[in-house]
């Protein structure tokens, strides 16, 4: 049985004798774990833990802590980290525990998940999925929605829009930065474009500005050497092309409202930009033909899903981009 993983993060149900998890984001790892030892009700939770590698440990060791009573509690938690690495052999004679009814939870991680294997067919049968896969750019609204409740945060679509931008489908960092949100708004809830870019990691927040700024001036050179630095931070790729959207999306929707003789507050307001850097993006908009622009965002599209969907390298389709979107 396959369960909502945010569903379950929010209010578990009550403790089931096996679990698998199958993913390895580091994020959803930590918070399952976590989730696990809350619900554990004895004040003795230290000794009726466990934790082990099955890929470091053997099997005799694994089934002598499974069967093992608990202390002054109804159950026991024991994790197996690595169960990938169990043979078949090993699997078959662990199964029969599993099958009977435990005093303990046992929760087995797993980093991929191949259904035509037995292993998982009696998992399925008889235990709990719970999927800590790493997310999708796609995916990660809901679970930005899912912290930033926990943190008492609340943001402006622009502000959320931006926020998804420069951190990427990575939760682990998204969390990090949410917390840092906090603490520099102090006692404040409400979160704006500019709190993001004040409080933000500024290395990485600088060269990917630097980084839609070349490209709005058609600096191939600048924009090529910002994007190696940028791979080189292990920035995401999702992001940086998202970004770029952003940037080009204004510049259109400038393009646009000149058509319409919009004045320059206006202008700024349909672009949903600050008017402090509105002057920039005005400069960059008459280096661009509406043609340009339409190319571009053509070119946007293919590349995103390139990067979604190739084999190749990303920064060859980020490259590419940047290379067309300059000429």
């Known amino acids: 049985?396959?369960?909502?993983l945010m569903k379950w993060l929010k209010q578990p149900a009550p403790l089931q004798s096996l679990y698998f998890v199958v993913g390895t984001d580091p994020f959803f790892l930590s918070e399952i774990k976590k989730a696990f030892k809350r619900q554990m009700s004895s004040h003795l939770k230290d000794f009726n833990q466990d934790e082990?590698?099955?890929?470091?440990?053997?099997?005799?060791?694994?089934?002598?802590l499974f069967e093992t009573l608990p202390l002054f509690s109804e159950k026991?938690?024991?994790?197996?980290?690595?169960?990938?690495?169990?043979?078949?052999?090993?699997w078959g004679k662990l199964e029969p525990a599993l099958s009977s009814p435990s005093h303990t939870v046992f929760v087995c991680f797993f980093e991929k998940k191949d259904g035509r294997k037995k292993r998982f067919k009696f998992l399925k049968e008889k235990g709990v999925e719970l999927n800590a896969r790493p997310l999708r750019a796609w995916e990660l609204a809901p679970w930005l929605d899912f912290l930033?409740?926990?943190e008492s945060l609340h943001f402006s679509l622009p502000?959320?829009?931006?926020?998804?931008?420069?951190v990427g489908a990575h939760l682990m960092e998204m969390h990090i930065e949410l917390k840092k949100l906090k603490q520099y708004l102090g006692g404040k809830t409400q979160v704006t474009e500019q709190d993001i870019l004040s409080c933000a990691s500024r290395l990485k927040i600088?060269?990917?500005?630097?980084?839609?700024?070349?490209?709005?001036?058609?600096?191939v050179v600048k924009s090529l050497n910002l994007l190696a630095l940028l791979l080189n931070q292990n920035q995401n790729e999702i992001a940086i092309l998202s970004l770029l959207a952003r940037?080009?999306?204004?510049l259109a929707k400038i393009k646009g409202g000149q058509k319409e003789n919009l004045s320059s507050s206006q202008l700024a307001q349909k672009a949903g930009v600050s008017p402090y850097f509105f002057k920039d993006y005005l400069k960059q908009s008459q280096l661009w033909s509406e043609q340009q622009i339409e190319q571009t965002i053509q070119a946007l599209?293919?590349?995103d899903k390139a990067l979604k969907s190739s084999a190749l390298s990303s920064h060859i389709w980020l490259e590419n981009f940047i290379l067309k979107s300059c000429s």
């Open 159 to 166: 502000a959320k829009s931006l926020f998804q931008e420069l």
């Open 247 to 250: 940037h080009i999306r204004i």
């Open 148 to 150: 930033s409740q926990k």
């Open 52 to 64: 082990v590698s099955a890929g470091e440990t053997p099997l005799g060791d694994i089934l002598t």
């Open 1 to 4: 049985m396959s369960i909502d």
């Open 301 to 303: 599209f293919l590349a």
């Open 76 to 90: 026991r938690l024991f994790f197996c980290l690595q169960a990938d690495k169990l043979s078949d052999k090993d």
């Open 206 to 219: 600088e060269s990917l500005f630097d980084l839609t700024t070349a490209l709005g001036n058609k600096n």
